[in-house]
């Protein structure tokens, strides 16, 4: 398993009067190159499995491995690697830094790695011919559409070649075609490029394209349904 969580447990202000938890011991396991979507409505705990999932949070309890590492053991700046490496995020508000181009904004995860600016570059359009956005390159995020963005992002999320992707409500803010096109891109990565996918949506049209559907519902998961 590439992922793995046992008994995951998410509390916030703890020992105060209005300590809240939000996950109440999850279980849930992905197998590399599988697209898995985590299925509920606002409120239900997505984002904060997420978060935990990749490593921006950790759990107030229980275990959680990635790919076989501890990551309730692991340290912050070894946390810090994982994600810059193993881990690509694409989340519904891009996330883009805004006086930057498109393509440096895909070089950023590369830079951050330690990767030479020649070889940045290079990478940076080929992911951006990936997501079909070569032609705009040299155009800033206010020049781009919704859609534009978020294929910017998934390019983005794959400069360092990750294991797993994981995206996080990554067509609420499409329309439905353009949310058609990204879906499309991630379809085309898990199937041609093997990558782990875990879609993170309130839509179950989306989720039923998935390989596995797991369902969340008030910080428990209440069931999971495999999709043919």
């Known amino acids: 398993m590439i992922i793995e969580l046992k008994d995951i447990v998410k509390k916030f202000y703890i020992g105060r009067p209005n300590e809240l938890e939000i996950l ?16 509920g409505p606002s409120g239900s705990g997505k984002s904060t499995l997420m978060n935990i999932i990749g490593a921006l949070d950790r759990p107030t ?40 181009s498109a393509l440096k904004n895909v070089e950023l995860p590369m830079l951050y790695a330690g990767m030479s600016a020649g070889k940045r570059k290079e990478r940076a359009h080929e992911l951006m ?37 994981l995206a996080d409500e990554p067509t609420g803010a499409l329309d439905t075609k353009t949310g058609r ?15 782990t996918i875990v879609l993170i949506t309130h839509s179950p049209e989306l989720a039923s394209e998935t390989d596995r559907i797991i369902n969340i519902r008030d910080g428990f998961i209440i069931e999971h349904d495999g999709v043919v």
């Open 61 to 100: 309890s229980g275990e959680y491995y990635l790919d076989g590492i501890d990551v309730q053991a692991a340290p912050d700046d070894y946390l810090s690697d994982i994600r810059n490496r193993k881990i690509g995020f694409v989340f519904q508000t891009y996330n883009l830094i805004a006086k930057t």
């Open 24 to 39: 109440h011991g999850i279980n849930m396991s992905v197998s590399e190159g599988e697209f898995v979507s985590v299925v």
């Open 181 to 195: 096109l990204v879906m499309d891109i991630f379809h085309r990565l898990n199937k041609d490029r093997k990558k």
């Open 129 to 165: 011919e990936l997501v079909e956005m070569a032609d705009r390159s040299s155009h800033l995020p206010e020049e781009l559409s919704g859609g534009q963005k978020q294929r910017v992002a998934i390019a983005r999320a794959m400069a360092n070649d990750p294991a797993i992707i």
